[in-house]
């Protein structure tokens, strides 16, 4: 079976969903992160911490029950 997967990367969190070929929402996963507020007005978050919010995400997106990856 085949699956469509949509990232989106924003300011506090990583949000997920996978998709079937007809559009139908198989799973939808968020990881959460906090930023760091080194100095007044200044934010940063590490390139690292989106990589693997977005690992957790999908391996969270691949243990719903209607997704079962090929080996």
């Not at 590490?46 to 969270?60: G, H, N, R």
């Amino acid at each position: 079976m085949s699956f469509l997967l949509a990232l989106d990367a924003g300011t506090t969190s990583l949000k997920g969903a996978l998709f079937d070929l007809s559009g139908k929402v198989v799973g939808i996963c968020v990881h959460e992160y906090h930023l760091d507020n080194p100095a007044p007005d200044i934010v940063e978050l590490e390139a690292e911490v989106y990589w693997s919010a977005a690992q957790a995400v999908i391996a969270d997106l691949l243990k719903k029950p209607l997704c079962r990856p090929r080996r």
